[in-house]
């Protein structure tokens, strides 16, 4: 099943926005948890702090005026119970209960708090959550010395008269030493919660519907290009190279669509010189052929007189070995083009490769009376070439050179970034735009062969990576330029 990228494209966009905002709304959330169980905390600590300095102060104030041990008692633990609004249990060391706001539906936390009255007989202030995971209470036991006693009987009736704490934590703390508890519920960090993840929820309904449509149509606005190069490409199919997408986006899409109209014109040219291959391939093998074909039946049907068959074999004879050459170099120039297992590369001196092919071309030129002036240097030139291919492709361009040179030809080798061998002749040049179809197959001028020759050539070049170009001498004739990685 297909899957358009523009779904693709919105839907990635809508898991990266949803993504983001869960995570931002989970540590939203815990940094708020923390933060609610932390004030809450302080605030436990702030309240104890002020009952204990209640305590302190009633005591002192009440044994100034002298009143009753029981008045004072009471009156001190009444003054310092309307100081704070949580509830909170006062512990001796000894484990019993002196005073406890509980209420009723609260006794139960009694059994939670040993921890924290332990940690505080130590002389610390300790605190705690209950229960550990989802906390809805948080304890903060703060140590503190009070000489006088509380009067019995001051917890609410059905509290606990005390708690059970280890023995090593009673000889640790003197005996004048109390411990308040204060508690509060945190239950109200589950409403926050719980409107945190309702505001969050909301946020995402809302950010995922305005992240879809403008994913959908930056996603239809992105694509578009695409919908453009596709009827391209299906015209192409069809073989018809005369619509060039036009993309004007200025990003990625605008280079494709700009390599894809060079490659739709290289494929045009291709197109089209394939064609003219095609015909001028079945006109020259027509040419030979309709020759030895008109003269095999003048023979049978003795159109010819007796005294002509030497000739008219003679005449089939060279069209066959014609016939043979072009069709040799057809097959040559196609393995040339298709098998890259027919080169064999290594580096070679390019000079001794240029000598090897004056000897070759020689005869050649002696029958012409061309003089062949080459221009080599004296250091070694090398470069990683197929040796037979090379010489090759420098023969066939040095054959073309001495057809059409009046008097001399020129074969220089150059080093620098790139090896260059320059082919030149002093004939009449190229006539206008030639040099730019001298490649082309069966192209060729009046003092031309099959018309391959050149092709064979630029393909060796190509196939070595190199490039190869023709244009008019600055003085007179043609010149042809092979450029050549140095290694």
Same mark, same amino acid.
């Given at each position: ?122 002389? *610390? ?18 140590? +503190? ?37 204060? +508690? ?98 079945? *006109? ?19 159109? +010819? ?98 057809? *059409? ?83």
């Amino acid at each position: 099943m297909k899957t358009s990228i523009t779904f693709k494209v919105v839907l990635v966009y809508l898991t990266l926005v949803i993504g983001s905002l869960m995570l931002a709304g989970i540590l939203t959330n815990s940094a708020i948890q923390n933060y609610v169980i932390q004030a809450t905390r302080d605030n436990l600590i702030q309240s104890a702090q002020r009952v204990i300095h209640q305590f302190e102060s009633t005591g002192t104030n009440a044994m100034a005026s002298k009143p009753t041990k029981a008045a004072r008692q009471i009156d001190a633990v009444s003054i310092a119970a309307q100081s704070v609004e949580q509830e909170y249990v006062i512990v001796d060391p000894s484990g019993h209960i002196l005073w406890n706001t509980f209420s009723r539906a609260d006794f139960s936390m009694l059994t939670q708090v040993r921890g924290v009255v332990v940690q505080a007989l130590q002389g *610390h202030i300790a605190t705690g959550l209950y229960p550990d995971h989802n906390p809805l209470f948080e304890f903060v036991a703060i140590p +503190f010395t009070y000489t006088i006693s509380f009067p019995a009987g001051m917890s609410p009736p059905g509290a606990m008269s005390r708690l059970i704490l280890p023995d090593e934590h009673l000889v640790k703390a003197n005996r004048n030493t109390k411990v308040i508890v204060l +508690f509060t519920r945190i239950s109200d960090l589950q409403r926050i919660t719980s409107q945190i993840w309702l505001a969050v929820a909301q946020g995402l309904l809302i950010a995922s519907l305005i992240t879809a449509i403008v994913g959908v149509i930056v996603a239809r606005r992105l694509m578009r290009p695409a919908g453009v190069i596709k009827q391209a490409i299906l015209r192409v199919r069809e073989r018809d190279f005369s619509s060039i997408p036009v993309v004007r986006t200025g990003d990625e899409w605008e280079d494709f669509a700009t390599a894809f109209g060079d490659m739709v014109r290289s494929l045009q040219a291709f197109d089209d010189g394939q064609k003219r291959f095609l015909q001028n391939a079945s *006109h020259e093998l027509k040419t030979p052929l309709m020759a030895i074909r008109g003269y095999a039946e003048g023979l049978r049907d003795g159109v +010819f007189e007796q005294s002509e068959a030497f000739r008219i074999l003679d005449i089939v004879a060279q069209e066959s070995v014609r016939l043979k050459s072009l069709v040799d170099e057809l097959i040559y120039l196609s393995k040339l083009e298709t098998l890259e297992e027919v080169y064999t590369f290594a580096p070679y001196d390019m000079a001794m490769i240029i000598y090897a092919t004056i000897e070759r071309v020689h005869p050649l030129a002696k029958e012409r009376n061309i003089r062949i002036l080459p221009d080599i240097p004296h250091e070694s030139v090398t470069a990683m070439v197929d040796r037979d291919k090379m010489v090759q492709a420098l023969l066939n361009l040095a054959s073309n050179a001495v057809r *059409h040179a009046r008097r001399q030809i020129f074969i220089r080798l150059t080093a620098g970034d790139t090896v260059q061998v320059i082919v030149e002749d002093d004939g009449e040049g190229f006539r206008d735009g030639d040099e730019t179809r001298v490649f082309e197959r069966f192209f060729h001028g009046a003092k031309g062969d099959t018309g391959l020759g050149l092709p064979i050539a630029k393909a060796i070049i190509d196939k070595h990576r190199g490039d190869m170009y023709a244009i008019n001498a600055s003085g007179a004739g043609a010149r042809f330029v092979i450029l050549l990685p140095s290694r």
